[in-house]
């Protein structure tokens, strides 16, 4: 099977300062984040959320980790574009820039193409001690909740975010090394407003969020590195999500973006939506997040 060969060139001088540009702006994002709260903030959740009613669900996808990861993570990823003289990564469409004899992308193919990036994240990233997280809702699920049962649980892009954002908030809880408080950065997206209103009111109506939830950003991926390293575990993630719910083997890119399937996983059917909401219901917390262990 023949793949186009990728030619590294010298990238134009306006290209090296849009990268440096990039890079500065993620460091500085970074560092804005840190500052947010009275106590410096040192994690960082990047998430991407994709998929919509067409599609049949609704993710939230990304890495938690260190600041001090990321910032190694932004580096050399910044250097990775530079080599292969593109301003940015944008998955599904590098992906399909390849000619394949066959027409079919097969795992290997993905792992060969994506090399670079997915280095850069198993190198930074995942070696620091990061965690993938994934959360997926089915939107046919939630249609067929009882009215009561949609009081205590919110629409498919909703309830992927707040239970994305709560899992990011315990991955890397250690009293040992770190702090509680962590930041969230989210893709540019439709979403938005709605991911915003969650926001504003997981901190007013959950004593957990109250403490631990530090901030909420929304970048442009193309200027920031670390939602392209988010859209890239997304994209590959939810091409064989139902594999991974069943606990099949999983192909070898997802296995190496998520240092051998370690990834905070939560998938949304109708039982678990039902089990949510009753959970709730008899809380009597509308904001009651499942543990880690549900």
């Not at 410096?40 to 990047?46: D, G, R």
């Not at 001690?129 to 959360?135: L, S």
């Not at 504003?200 to 969020?209: G, T």
Request: proline fraction near 5%; hydrophobic fraction near 40%; charged fraction near 25%.
């Amino acid at each position: 099977m023949a793949i186009r060969a990728l030619v590294t060139t010298c990238a134009r001088p306006s290209l090296v300062d849009q990268l440096r540009d990039a890079l500065s702006f993620s460091c500085g994002l970074l560092d804005m984040l840190d500052a947010s709260t009275p106590s410096m903030v040192q994690i960082h959740a990047t998430l991407d959320d994709v998929g919509n009613e067409t599609d049949g669900i609704s993710a939230v996808v990304g890495y938690v980790a260190y600041s001090s990861e990321w910032r190694r993570f932004n580096g050399r990823w910044i250097e990775v574009l530079h080599q292969l003289n593109l301003p940015c990564l944008h998955t599904a469409k590098y992906l399909n820039q390849f000619w394949l004899s066959d027409h079919e992308m097969k795992d290997e193919d993905i792992c060969l193409i994506l090399a670079p990036f997915i280095e850069t994240v198993k190198a930074t990233l995942l070696l620091g001690g990061a965690v993938p997280v994934c959360v997926i809702t089915d939107y046919a699920a939630y249609d067929q909740l009882t009215e009561q049962e949609r009081k205590y649980v919110r629409p498919p892009a909703e309830n992927s975010f707040e239970i994305a954002v709560a899992l990011s908030c315990r991955a890397l809880r250690n009293p040992l090394h770190i702090s509680d408080s962590i930041s969230v950065q989210m893709d540019e997206s439709v979403n938005a407003p709605m991911l915003y209103g969650r926001y504003e009111a997981m901190k007013r109506e959950n004593p957990e969020f109250k403490v631990h939830l530090g901030a909420l950003c929304f970048c442009d991926d193309q200027k920031h590195p670390p939602i392209q390293g988010a859209d890239m575990l997304a994209n590959v993630l939810l091409k064989s999500f139902r594999r991974f719910e069943k606990g099949q083997e999983q192909p070898r890119v997802i296995r190496e973006l998520t240092n051998n399937g370690k990834i905070l996983f939560r998938r949304y059917h109708l039982d678990n939506l039902r089990r949510l909401a009753q959970m709730r219901i008899q809380r009597g917390e509308r904001m009651e997040i499942p543990s880690q262990e549900s």
